[in-house]
C-alpha cells in the first residue's frame, strides 16, 4: 500500500486546479493521498456582469459543488473547506485557523505540504495568508505544547508553489497582465527565477485531466474565455509541468533541482517491522553489556 500523503492548502476553490492541479493529479494516480484544504468557498469572485451576480450565499454553494467535481477528476482522498471569507483572509483570527489547521494536519499526517508562495503569485492578499498560516501551522503541528486531542505531527517538506518566467508568460497569454491593486498600491507578478527552482515535476501524463478540473469551475469561466480558446499545445504545455520552491525540507538538502516531491522521504515502518527492530535493537545492547561482562 502506497504510504505517501500529500496536503495542498490553498486560498479559493480552483487554486487546486489552476495551482497545483498537476501535482495533485500526477501523485493521486500514482496512489499517493492526496488532500486538500481550502480556506474560503471564493464568494466574491465575479467575472460576469454585476446584474447577474448571484450573491455570496449562492455563489459560495456554486463554487462548493464546482471544487468538489474537480477533486473527484484529479483523484482527491479527501477536501475540507475552511469556510472564510474570501478576500479576508489576512483578517482571520491566527489562533482560530491555525489550530484548524493543525488538527488536519495531525489527522492526516502527510509527509508533503504544499501552498503559495509568500508573494502569493501575484500578490493576492489571500494566497499571501494562507502561505504564512501553513507554514504556521506546520511549526504548531510539530509541537507538543501546541494543545489539541491529536498526537503532534512533524511534516517533511514544505514546498511553495514557485512560477518561473516562462509559467508567468503562459499564464499571461489567456490572463492579460496579473495585476492587484491592493492598498492603493499595483501589485503583479513576481516569477521565480529559474535558479532558485528546486523541484520540477513532470506532470505531462495528467495535463487532460487538470484541464478538466479547470473547466469544472463553471462560474469562473467568464473570466477564463480566452483559456479555452487556445490550441490543445498549449494547455499541454501550460499543465504537462509544475515548479516549486522547497521551503522546509528535514529529509533533503543541496543544488541538485527535485523531480519528486517525496525525494528523501521515508516511508513509516510497518507496526509489525517496528516492533521487530526495537527487539533487535535491545538484543544487541545486552550482547554488549553481556561482551563488557
Ligand atoms: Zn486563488
Not at 471544487?67 to 471569507?85: F, N, S, T, W
Not at 488536519?104 to 503569485?121: A, E, K, S, W
Not at 504548531?140 to 491529536?150: E, I, M, R, V
Not at 525540507?249 to 543541496?254: D, F, K, R, T, Y
Request: aromatic share 10%; with cysteine.
Amino acid at each position: 500500500m502506497d504510504e505517501r500523503r500529500l496536503l495542498a492548502i490553498m486560498a479559493h476553490p480552483d487554486d487546486e486546479s489552476m495551482g497545483v492541479g498537476g501535482a495533485l493529479a500526477r501523485y493521486a494516480a500514482e496512489g499517493a493521498g492526496v488532500y486538500l484544504i481550502t480556506a474560503t468557498r471564493g464568494q466574491l469572485g465575479w467575472f460576469g456582469d454585476e446584474a447577474s451576480y448571484p450573491g455570496p450565499q449562492i455563489l459560495g454553494a456554486i463554487r462548493e459543488q464546482e471544487l468538489y467535481a474537480a477533486a473527484r477528476i484529479l483523484g482527491l482522498r479527501e477536501v475540507h473547506l475552511l469556510d472564510y471569507m474570501d478576500g479576508a483572509l489576512d483578517q482571520a483570527q491566527p489562533n482560530r485557523i491555525i489550530a484548524q489547521l493543525v488538527s488536519h494536519i495531525r489527522r492526516i499526517r502527510p509527509q508533503v505540504v504544499l501552498t503559495f508562495d509568500p508573494n502569493g503569485y501575484y500578490g493576492h492578499p489571500d494566497h499571501i495568508a494562507i502561505s504564512q498560516f501553513t507554514t504556521a501551522a506546520l511549526i504548531a503541528a510539530a509541537d507538543g505544547n501546541f494543545k489539541d486531542k491529536s498526537a503532534p505531527h512533524r511534516v517533511s517538506k514544505l514546498y511553495y508553489l514557485a512560477a518561473n518566467k516562462a509559467t508567468q508568460d503562459a499564464y499571461e497569454a489567456a490572463f492579460g497582465e496579473l495585476t492587484m491593486k491592493i492598498d492603493g498600491v499595483e501589485r503583479r507578478s513576481t516569477p521565480w527565477a529559474d535558479w532558485a527552482i528546486t523541484t520540477r515535476i513532470d506532470t505531462s501524463a495528467h495535463w487532460q485531466k487538470v484541464w478538466q478540473a479547470i473547466s469544472c469551475h463553471r462560474s469562473q469561466l467568464p473570466g477564463y474565455q480566452k483559456l479555452l480558446d487556445l490550441p490543445e499545445e498549449y494547455h499541454q504545455n501550460m499543465w504537462g509541468a509544475q515548479t516549486f520552491y522547497r521551503a522546509m525540507s528535514l529529509v533533503n538538502s543541496g543544488r541538485a533541482v527535485e523531480s519528486d516531491l517525496f525525494s528523501g522521504v521515508k516511508m513509516e515502518q510497518h507496526p509489525l517491522e517496528v516492533a521487530v527492530t526495537q527487539r533487535m535493537t535491545v538484543f544487541q545492547r545486552s550482547e554488549i553489556l553481556n561482551d563488557a561482562a
